[in-house]
T-cell receptor, first 111, second 113 residues
Framework: KQEVTQIPAALSVPEGENLVLNCSFTDSAIYNLQWFRQDPGKGLTSLLL?????REQTSGRLNASLDKSSGRSTLYIAASQPGDSATYLC??????????FGQGTELSVKP | SAVISQKPSRDICQRGTSLTIQCQVDSQVTMMFWYRQQPGQSLTLIAT?????????ESGFVIDKFPISRPNLTFSTLTVSNLSPEDSSIYLC??????????FGDGTRLSIL
């Protein structure tokens, strides 16, 4: 059974810092992995999708990496801003489009 | 990316009643998914809804409690039946396939009195 773990559960950083969020999964037989952002009281916003054959994806200040063999993914946020404050979720797709989510990392960026 | 509209955005219901949540997509999609997010928790898949077939439920979720309809390729409903306080959650629908990003609606926030 696939299990997804995110570390740390919460993170507080000053504005401008670069930071890394971690995601690990137990079953390496995945189709892809997706990172989401969830603002309080809101739905999920897709940030990046990494296919199983890819090593990384980039969008603006965000870079996500995938090491399928070791069951790990990281989300790197460069030059963090207060507007980046949110909960970040990673989810793996094992089959049929069904996503298995981690518990999320709650990020707070202080001005 | 697909635009997903969910209704209602929130509701407060009495115990023992039912709530039907609607999910409308602005394009035709094969697969639609329903998730639950309990307070302070992450998302858990309830079921996968494909047009023209019965929904496929995950372990711990049953059709009598969470009946789903998928009448066409742009619409689905999830009903939460016989409501109890434990059903207080956010319910979200999503669309996407194996190779494409999944996109979510804004969710329905359900509270039970």
């Amino acid at each position: 059974k696939q299990e997804v773990t995110q570390i740390p559960a919460a993170l507080s950083v000053p504005e401008g810092e670069n930071l890394v969020l971690n995601c690990s999964f137990t079953d390496s037989a995945i189709y892809n992995l997706q990172w989401f952002r969830q603002d309080p009281g809101k739905g999920l916003t897709s940030l990046l999708l990494i296919q199983s054959s890819q090593r990384e994806q980039t969008s603006g200040r965000l870079n996500a990496s995938l090491d399928k063999s070791s069951g790990r993914s990281t989300l790197y946020i460069a030059a963090s801003q207060p507007g980046d404050s949110a909960t970040y979720l990673c989810a793996v797709n094992n089959q049929g489009g069904k996503l298995i989510f981690g518990q999320g990392t709650e990020l707070s960026v202080k001005p | 990316s697909a635009v997903i509209s969910q209704k209602p955005s929130r509701d407060i219901c009495q115990r023992g009643t039912s709530l039907t949540i609607q999910c409308q997509v602005d394009s035709q999609v094969t697969m639609m998914f329903w998730y639950r997010q309990q307070p302070g928790q992450s998302l858990t898949l309830i079921a996968t809804a494909n047009q023209g077939s019965e929904a496929t439920y995950e372990s711990g979720f049953v059709i009598d409690k969470f009946p789903i309809s998928r009448p066409n390729l742009t619409f689905s409903t999830l009903t939460v039946s016989n409501l109890s306080p434990e059903d207080s959650s956010i319910y979200l629908c999503s669309v996407g396939g194996d190779g494409q990003p999944q996109h979510f609606g804004d969710g329905t926030r359900l509270s039970i009195l």
